[in-house]
């Protein structure tokens, strides 16, 4: 079930879908997915969909993983990167083989604490967590050439611009539970620009950290 084969085929799928990124490909093939989700699910995971971690959330599914990592070194590479919305910590152990530093802010912190630990546990060292509120991003780190937000947001949320380096870029799900839109946002010499994507489907961000 997590045998090369099963990971080839997703690889061929995402591949045939349009995602043409090479080194993104490589990092999905080599990531165990399957380490992500819950045993129960563990025969599924190298199916392009997304599955229950617990607390009513979910494993992104690889297509959108491969999907907005692309969106975000389209540009060419990048060295500092804010993700919101940990889960389970695959999209998070994807980018950290794709970028310098990742740091990523979940509000359930029983999530971030098992993300944290299987993070450790496949030796993946250039993150850092944060417990909080993705709806202020991480001030104190900031600015970031990429920003990456995993869960739909209402509106695009005014502390992530501010937190974007000159040139850097969001990429966002953004609307409602059965309208949502991948947003693409560059912060130009002058604002900002911003290129409307897929359709897309996410649990929703909602407010403040939860114990
Ligand atoms: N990329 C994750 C997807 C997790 S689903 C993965 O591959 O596993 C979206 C995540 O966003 C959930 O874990 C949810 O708890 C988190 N989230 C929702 N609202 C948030 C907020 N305001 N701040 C931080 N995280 C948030």
Do not use: C
């Not at 799928?13 to 990531?31: A, P």
């Not at 129960?40 to 190298?46: I, T």
């Not at 990742?102 to 509000?107: D, H, I, L, N, Q």
């Not at 098992?114 to 417990?131: G, Q």
């Amino acid at each position: 079930m997590t045998s090369e084969r099963t990971r080839e085929r997703l690889i061929q799928r995402l591949h045939d879908e349009g995602l043409s990124n090479v080194q993104v490909l490589d990092v999905i093939r080599s990531t165990p997915r399957h380490l992500f989700v819950d045993e129960a699910f563990g025969h599924r995971a190298y199916e392009d969909t997304s599955l229950p971690i617990g607390h009513n959330q979910t494993i992104s599914q690889p297509y959108m993983v491969a999907r907005m990592s692309e969106l975000l070194l389209e540009a060419g590479p990048l060295d500092k990167v804010l993700e919101i919305g940990t889960g389970s910590g695959y999209q998070t152990a994807v980018l950290t083989q794709l970028v310098e530093r990742v740091f990523s802010v979940e509000r359930i912190q029983a999530l971030q604490e098992r993300a944290k630990e299987r993070l450790l546990e496949l030796n993946i060292r250039n993150v850092v967590f944060r417990w909080g509120d993705g709806w202020e991003g991480w001030a104190a780190l900031a600015p970031y050439n990429g920003i990456i937000v995993t869960a739909a947001a209402a509106e695009v949320p005014q502390a992530l611009l501010d937190q974007l380096a000159p040139g850097g870029r969001l990429v966002i799900p953004v609307g409602t539970d059965d309208a949502q839109q991948l947003l693409l946002i560059v912060r130009e010499e002058r604002g900002f620009s911003r290129r409307v994507l897929d359709a897309v489907r996410f649990v929703p961000l909602l407010n403040g950290p939860l114990a």
